[in-house]
C-alpha cells in the first residue's frame, strides 16, 4: 500500500499537477483551505504533508498558512510538513521552519527534488514512530520519564505531561520543594517537537538581582563595567527548544515586564542593545512559592502569570502519594547500591514501615539524599532506621501525635520537631541545615517561619 500524502495548495493548476506527478508512488488527498486540510488529515492521518502558506481567506499572507501549521502538529507532533513557498516567502518558510515544519521546497517546485524530500521525510517518521512504539513497550508500568509511581495521583500527571508535550503551549508547573518540577519540565521538553532543541534551565533564586537581567538577556560589549564582550543570554540559548524557569516566583518586577515583552513577542533585546533578536523558545515555568499571594501583595505581575499559566500542571507531595514512597525508596536504593558496589543492600521490613510513616518535607529529593547517605554509610547488609536517620520519627512523643484531631496537625507536629532538630545539628545554618532535609534555603526559612522556629 503506497503511503499517503495531503498537499494543500489554493492553486488548482498547481495543486493538480502535484496530484498527477506523485499518484503512482503515493495516495493523495488535496486540500485549497484549512478546513478541509483539516478533515482529510483528521480522517486519514499522512505522515506526511505539502503546505503553502498563502492560504484563503488571506492568500497573499502566509497567516493562514502557518495557523494550519500549528494545528496539524497539534494533531500529531510527528507529521513532516514540508513547506511549498514562492520565492519572495522565503523569510515566511524559514518562519515555518522555526514552528516545527520539516522542510521548505521553493516555486516553481522541482519534482525531483522533492522526491527526494517526500523520501526522507517518510523514512524520518516511520524510525521515529518505531521508536514511540518501542518506547510505549519497554516502559514499565511504575516508570514513566524518570519518574516513578503508581498511584492515582502521579498517574494524573503522567497523562497531563503526554497531553501537553504535544502541544508548544507555555506551562506551569507547581509543587513543593523536590516534588520533581524540573523532572516533568524534562519529559515535556523530550516528549516534544522540540526534543531536538535544546533544554535550558534557570533558577531564577539562585542568580544575584544585579546579574539576572544579563544572565537571561545577554549583553553587549561595553554596556556596563565587566562587559568587555557580547555575551548571549540564557533564553537566547534555549532558541528552537524549552526555557525552563524555576522558582519563577523570584523574578524581580522590572525583568517580569521585559519577560512578559518576550512571551508576547518572541523578541529579546540584550542589555545595552538596540536591536530585536527572535527567538523562538517554549516556556515552561515552575514554582513552589505561593503565586496567587504574590499576585495580591504586587510581588508578581497578572499579565505575567496569565501569560505562563496557560497548563497548570500540580506536583503532589511525596506524602500525598501512598504507596509510591517504598516504591520509589527500593528504586532509589537499587540505583545507589549498584553505583557503589553495594547491590545486595536491602531495607529491613521495619525501615519500609518507618519511611511510609515519615512526613518526607523535603519530598523525593529528601528522600533521594537519605537513601544515598544511608547506602554509603551502611556496614551491614540490610539498612535499618538509623542509617536513614528515622529514629527521630519513630521516638516522636505518642501522646503527643495522639492528641493531634486530624492527620494535617500531626504531620506538622513531626514537621516542625524535624526542623528544630536540623537546625539545631547543624547550629542553626540554614544552608546545610536545608541541604540535610533535601528542600531549598527559601522553603526552610518558609517552614521556620510558618512553626515560629529561629536558627537558635
Request: charged residues 25%; hydrophobic residues 40%; negative net charge.
Amino acid at each position: 500500500m503506497n503511503p499517503k500524502l495531503l498537499i494543500v495548495e489554493d492553486d488548482e493548476e498547481i495543486r493538480s499537477q502535484m496530484k498527477w506527478a506523485l499518484m503512482r508512488d503515493h495516495e493523495v488527498g488535496l486540500a485549497a483551505d484549512s478546513a478541509s486540510a483539516l478533515a482529510w488529515f483528521r480522517e486519514h492521518r499522512p505522515p506526511v504533508v505539502l503546505l503553502d502558506l498563502g492560504l484563503p481567506p488571506h492568500p497573499a499572507e502566509p497567516t493562514e498558512g502557518l495557523a494550519l501549521l500549528s494545528s496539524l502538529l497539534q494533531e500529531d507532533r510527528l507529521t513532516k510538513i514540508v513547506i511549498i513557498s514562492g520565492q519572495g516567502e522565503r523569510a515566511n518558510a524559514r518562519q515555518a521552519i522555526g514552528s516545527g515544519a520539516y522542510d521548505f521546497l521553493g516555486k516553481p517546485v522541482d519534482m525531483e527534488m522533492l522526491r527526494v524530500i517526500l523520501q526522507r521525510a517518510y523514512f524520518l517518521s516511520q524510525l521515529e514512530r518505531e521508536e514511540l512504539t518501542r518506547q510505549a513497550v519497554t516502559e514499565s508500568d511504575d516508570r514513566f520519564e524518570g519518574m516513578i509511581g503508581t498511584g492515582p495521583a502521579i498517574r494524573e500527571v503522567f497523562a497531563a505531561i503526554r497531553k501537553v508535550a504535544a502541544t508548544d503551549a507555555p506551562v506551569l508547573i507547581l509543587g513543593e520543594s523536590g516534588t520533581g518540577k524540573e523532572l516533568a519540565a524534562r519529559a515535556i521538553h523530550r516528549r516534544s517537537a522540540r526534543s531536538q532543541g535544546p533544554f535550558v534551565a534557570i533558577n531564577c533564586g539562585a542568580i544575584p538581582e544585579s546579574l539576572i537581567e544579563s544572565e537571561l538577556f545577554g549583553h553587549e560589549k561595553g554596556s556596563f563595567t565587566g562587559a568587555h564582550a557580547q555575551r548571549q543570554g540564557l533564553i537566547e540559548t534555549a532558541n528552537g527548544g524549552t526555557l525552563f524557569l524555576d522558582e519563577v516566583g523570584e523574578l524581580p518586577v522590572p525583568l517580569q515586564v521585559k519577560f512578559l515583552r518576550f512571551l508576547q513577542q518572541h523578541e529579546i533585546e540584550r542589555v545595552g542593545g538596540r536591536v530585536s533578536i527572535p527567538v523562538d523558545a517554549r516556556v515552561i515555568a515552575a514554582t513552589n512559592a505561593d503565586l496567587q499571594q504574590n499576585l495580591a501583595n504586587g510581588s508578581f505581575r497578572e499579565d505575567l502569570y496569565y501569560r505562563l499559566a496557560v497548563v497548570v500542571l500540580r506536583l503532589p507531595p511525596l506524602r500525598e502519594r501512598g504507596g509510591d514512597i517504598a516504591l520509589l525508596a527500593n528504586a532509589l536504593l537499587e540505583r545507589y547500591a549498584k553505583h557503589y558496589g553495594k547491590e545486595r543492600l536491602r531495607f529491613d521490613p521495619r525501615t519500609i514501615e518507618g519511611i511510609e510513616r515519615y512526613a518526607w518535607p523535603g519530598n523525593v529529593r529528601e528522600l533521594e539524599n537519605r537513601v544515598r547517605r544511608a547506602v554509603i554509610m551502611a556496614e551491614g547488609q540490610c539498612l535499618v532506621g538509623s542509617d536513614l536517620e528515622l529514629e527521630s520519627v519513630a521516638a516522636a512523643p505518642t501522646a503527643t501525635l495522639a492528641s493531634r484531631s486530624n492527620l494535617k496537625e500531626a504531620r506538622e507536629t513531626v514537621e516542625r520537631e524535624l526542623i528544630q532538630q536540623v537546625l539545631r545539628r547543624h547550629g542553626g545554618k540554614i544552608t546545610s541545615a536545608a541541604a540535610e532535609l533535601g528542600i531549598s534555603r527559601p522553603t526552610l526559612y518558609e517552614l521556620m517561619g510558618k512553626y515560629g522556629l529561629s536558627r537558635e
